[in-house]
């Protein structure tokens, strides 16, 4: 039981066109990787969705700095996003999980990145999994009676 009363939350599962939609309408997120010593490192970063050769398959496009952190080419990795509505009743969260490779820089592929300068290691991830889920909050219920204030 929450301190709302009676729990109807719940989690639902987001479906493929779903999560490419979201990751579509937004353009930054959070990159994770594995440092040299084994270490996870996630750090905030521009993104742009770039589309395949036709067959549905979509890669994320990054620009960072050469041989920083997450200059990680050939190695896993992943990029979350995720939103909430105002009274931080919902949200929704979307993963991808894959590799990254080297890109050749492009004006379709270019994510823009806050911080441009010096970000010329372009890199893509391709995605093995995107997933992605919800949180329906129960409707919120007033907890006084409305009638007392008009």
Known sequence: MSARGA??????????????????????GRLGVVDDDGNPVVLPISY??????????VGIAVRTRPGNVLD???RPAC????GFD???DGGWSVLVRGLLRPLDPSDEADPHPLLADG?????????????????????????FDAAGYL
Do not use: K, M, N, Y
């Not at 742009?48 to 398959?57: E, F, L, P, R």
């Not at 991830?125 to 919120?140: D, K, S, V, W, Y």
């Open 7 to 28: 729990s109807s939350e719940r989690l639902v599962a987001l479906d493929r066109a779903s999560c490419l939609a979201l990751l579509r309408a937004v353009d930054i």
């Open 48 to 57: 742009a969705v770039v589309d395949g050769d036709g067959d549905g398959d």
């Open 72 to 74: 990680r080419a050939g």
């Open 79 to 82: 990029l979350e996003i995720d």
């Open 86 to 88: 105002p009274g931080h």
């Open 119 to 143: 970000r010329d290691a372009w890199l893509l991830l391709e995605p093995t999994a995107i997933t992605g889920r919800r949180l329906l909050a129960p409707e919120r219920r007033w907890a």
